[in-house]
């Protein structure tokens, strides 16, 4: 297992930027892939980023062009660039970990709320 501990969130002007970070310990981070998901009020997780072990990424069409995931693991640490936010960013945002054998994400951050005005 693997610990995930999200930070960064807040409140936030449409237009304006935030940096998420979810720092890591437990295993070795270089083994995982990270992932960020979010939920807004009343709907279903979603699925926003991922970056692989070999640091390709992924996003969700909604993100794409806008948010940028990274990772450092020197720092265990990976992070949620988001740009140009919109009100429809309002959400809970996750940070979980899986390795290549495992299905699903296992390991699941707390949450960090970001919180987009119009």
């Known amino acids: 297992q693997v610990q995930l501990v999200e930070s960064g969130g807040g409140l936030v002007q449409a237009g304006n930027s935030l940096r998420l970070s979810c720092a890591a310990s437990?295993?070795?981070?270089?083994?995982?892939?990270m992932a960020w998901f979010r939920q807004a009020p009343g709907k279903e997780r979603e699925f926003v980023a991922m970056?692989?072990?070999?640091?390709?990424?992924f996003y969700a069409d909604s993100v794409k062009g806008r948010f940028t995931i990274s990772r450092d693991n020197a720092r265990n640490t990976v992070y949620l660039q988001m740009n140009s936010l919109k009100p429809e960013d309002t959400a809970v945002y996750y940070c979980?970990?899986?390795?290549?054998?495992?299905?699903?994400?296992?390991?699941w951050g707390q949450g960090t709320q970001v919180t987009v005005s119009s």
């Open positions: 970056i692989t072990t070999s640091a390709s990424t």
């Open positions: 437990g295993r070795t981070f270089s083994n995982y892939r």
């Open positions: 979980a970990a899986k390795t290549t054998y495992d299905s699903q994400y296992p390991n």
